[in-house]
């Protein structure tokens, strides 16, 4: 599976995400109507984005079948025809990243540009990354191997 | 879903006046006219024209009469690289002139979300207040129980009592409340609108806060060329070697250099260079691990903006903001300082009593050169030993000022301007000062076209009305700068006298262009990837026109004009466009600049060739009308009758 990933810690709160979602979903240049969110707490900041639940909670609560999985991304998306606007899905997202789109009258939440996530594009600074978890997690094993073999040698 | 098209996206062409009077507490809108916006630019360009328009000469800066306008930048909230910048435009109480103030952080886009591209304060609240403005609905709040208190608790209550912790603010600190000549307003908490007392200003009203939250939509006139545009621009300006300095080492990154060049300002502007300066500079708050965090303002990409932790048994626990270049400068070199924690200590304490650290560095550093002169004695310095180097007596001076606590803390409250009339002596001579607001710490006697830039800056000596960095011709981009203007890249080098008025006027034009768009001045005067040319382009796409890099350069061109008839208009003349004393009579000391000045007679040659230019009389340097009216501003100011 391939998924959005967050390195927080390189994150500078510049909002490109915020505004290229926005413009890529909308059509205009709105934070809130962004599928992703960038939280700021005094020199640490953090994009907060759907992590695509395997048990989902927004698809589990959703009345009309509206919050799907679709297996061809594969994605959490939300079917907007369909949402009646209960606001169920964005009660049960323990991570806040299903939000309300006043505007257009339905719940949002990122379907990652149906695999192509326009804001891993616009991030410059190297906070978001879209890359098969297999090659993630072979990362991270590799450097854990290589912080025992430093400390072995050390 | 809604059929109909929703209520809260707004074109960028349709620009929107929110304004606040604090003796009635009316507030209503207004709406701009395009001409307006498409002569002046926006931003910056059209609080220069509702600040003339609005307030006569002869107006108090710190009465009611005087407005303070919020501006940001035409293309602020959009995704055009580091736009998101704000102006703040008020006559300006130490200085008696204009003064425009920049700042980023979020509040600028915030507003402009809400629903506004200026926010207008006049009056005065009959106590202390705040104003709320969320989205359509606009509150003036009691703010009694916010008054005397800094800026960081202050942003904590206001988040705390209206239960959001995304709202923007732009707050003053005590110094502010106590109109203070150099106190600043701090916004989106850890960014800085500083200089000229733009703080009294909002105190004076009794407005210690404002706060923004909103919700709505922008949309542009040409979407998909707009976009592409900014993200290849965003791109270009992360790939500048400028802008990747900044990243990693910040505004103070360039302390080697100047150290180097023999062009770093200490010891209250007598000296050029002090030992350990390495203290000072960027590079040794990351190797040293000072350095917690690099934060963009809205939309950048650079992220030279700092956020720094120390723990000193001495000088107490710093977690804050910067310190910027300039404030590791005039807090520490000009003090003759170079302990690390204790400029952290003195840029947090300016920070949270909201005052200006260029100012206070330089109104500290010319009250201990007083001292050592004997101009200000023991006595007076009411038990402090203020001779340079003394970082506890610096410490404690900032938090007398920002109190106006004492004779000496109410004295230095005023500026050196003020002060060095009060102490009298020789004291003028080294009061770094020109216009009545302390020079940034830039030496003039060395660099040309700053000299010339700083004397004819509206606001006073400084490098934030423009920024001439490419004389120096450090980089290809640059040199290419300095080709373009004067056709010769031999012109690139900043101790030449030649062609230095037509390097001003251009770097003016653009820097006024670059920030009435909402531009980081450092995009396009210090790295360069945005320029004349791509901003045009993006401002003919958000407005869906047709629009040429000169008619952008010519946007800059009027917004100069207007804010030297400004000046004019309150009898400012060409004697006004002058240099500190000591920048104009006393040869740089040593280094590689040594013996070199910008004395009477150089800056009379600049300005004759400046002024000529600009089509300004040459005598007293006010825009002739012939000018206005070439420039198709002849309805907008006037301060020379007809021929």
Known sequence: MTSLSVNADKCTACRACELTCSFVKEGVFAPYRSRIRIVRLHGFNVPVVCVNCAQAPCIEVCPTGAVYRDRAVPVVRINEAECIGCRECIKACPFGAADWDDDKDVAIMCDLCGGEPACVASCIYGALDFEPEATVVRRKRRATAEAIAARTAG | MKESDAMNIRDIAAQRILNVDLDTGQVNTEDVSRRDLVRLLGGRGLAAKFLYERIPAGTDPLGPENVLIWSPGTLSGTSAPSSGRTSVTCKGPATGLYLKVSVGGHLGAELKYAGYDYLVISGRAPHPVYLWVDDDRVEIRPAQHLWGKGTRETDDLIKAELDDDEIQTGIIGPAGENKVLFSCIMVSRYNSASRGGVGAVMGSKNLKAVAVRGRGALRVARPKPYFDLAARMRRELAADAGSESLYNWGTSGSIPGLDEMGMLAAYNFSQVTIDNSERLSGQYLVDEGYLTGRESCFACSTACHRYVKSHSDRWGD??????????????????????????????????????????????????????????????????????????????????????????????????????????????????????????????????????????????????????????????????????????????????????????????????????????????????????????????????????????????????????????????????????????????????????????????????????????????????????????????????????
């Open chain 2, 318 to 643: 710093v977690d804050d903001s910067g310190p910027e270049l300039e404030t590791m400068m005039s807090l520490g070199a000009e003090c003759g300082l170079t302990d690390t924690e204790a400029v952290l200590r003195a840029n947090h304490l300016c920070n949270d009593y909201g005052l200006d650290t260029i100012s206070a560095g330089h109104v500290i550093s010319w009250a201990m050169e007083c001292y050592e002169r004997g101009v200000i004695s023991p006595e007076q310095a009411e038990g402090l030993e203020l001779g340079f180097g003394n970082a506890e007596a610096q410490l404690e001076l900032i938090r007398r000022i920002a109190f106006r606590e004492g004779l000496l803390g109410d004295l230095l409250a005023e500026g050196t301007q003020r002060a060095s009339a009060e102490v009298g002596g020789d004291s003028w001579k080294w009061a770094i000062q020109a216009k009545g607001l302390e020079q940034s710490a830039v030496d003039t006697r060395a660099a040309k076209s700053y000299a010339l830039a700083f004397a004819v800056n509206p606001r006073g000596p400084d490098h934030l009305m423009t920024e001439t960095y490419a004389e120096f011709g450090f980089t290809e981009e640059a040199r290419e700068v300095i080709r373009k203007i004067t056709g010769d890249e031999k012109y690139a080098n900043a101790t030449l006298l030649e062609k230095r008025a037509d390097i001003v006027r251009w770097h003016e034009d653009c820097y006024a262009a670059t920030e009435a768009l909402g531009f980081c001045v450092f995009t396009s005067t210090a790295a360069f990837a945005v320029n004349p040319e791509n901003m045009a382009e993006l401002f003919g796409h958000a407005l869906g026109i047709e629009f040429s890099e000169e008619e952008l350069m010519l946007g800059g061109r009027r917004i100069v004009t207007l804010e030297r008839c400004f000046n004019a208009r309150e009898g400012a003349r060409r004697e006004d466009d002058m240099l500190p004393w000591r920048m104009m009579n006393e040869p740089v000391p040593d280094g590689p600049n040594k013996g070199m000045i910008t004395d009477q007679a150089m800056l009379d040659r600049f300005l004759d060739e400046y002024y000529a230019l600009h089509g300004w009389d040459p005598a007293t340097g006010i825009p002739q009308v012939e000018t206005l009216k070439a420039l198709d501003l002849a309805d907008v100011c006037r301060v020379l009758p007809e021929a």
